[in-house]
């Protein structure tokens, strides 16, 4: 079992930047892929980014591509996304995934263990 713990949402302006971290307990986050994923208060949950344990393959969403970057730390069982260039459109709860999985999967259904979340709100 799995447990992560998702910090440093928050208030920005458009053009600000913010580092979401996703601390992990229970067992080490090697060997799991790991994910980010959003939602807005009317939208359904969307893939944001992914990391494979190794770092070899990384995926994002064309949304955020330039502006994300998904990194991980395993040795402090920690994964962050750096979000640079803000916009209002990124305004939503974000969520840290992770699961038994060989590729960067964009798929909600293809993770095992969610965060409860953390809100970013961007004004413009």
């Known amino acids: 079992q799995v447990q992560l713990v998702e910090s440093g949402g928050g208030l920005a302006q458009a053009g600000d930047s913010l580092r979401l971290s996703c601390a992990a307990s229970?067992?080490?986050?090697?060997?799991?892929?790991m994910g980010w994923f959003r939602q807005g208060p009317v939208e359904e949950r969307e893939f944001v980014a992914a990391?494979?344990?190794?770092?070899?393959?990384?995926q994002y969403a064309d949304s955020v591509k330039g502006r994300f970057t998904i990194s991980r730390d395993n040795g402090k069982n920690l994964a962050y996304l750096q979000m640079n260039d803000l916009k209002p459109e990124d305004t939503a709860a974000y969520y840290c995934?992770?699961?038994?999985?060989?590729?960067?999967?964009?798929?909600?259904?293809?993770?095992?263990?969610w965060g409860q979340g953390t809100q970013v709100t961007v004004s413009s």
């Open positions: 995934a992770a699961g038994q999985l060989q590729l960067a999967n964009r798929r909600r259904s293809a993770y095992d263990y």
């Open positions: 229970g067992r080490a986050l090697s060997r799991l892929t």
């Open positions: 990391v494979t344990w190794s770092g070899s393959e990384i």
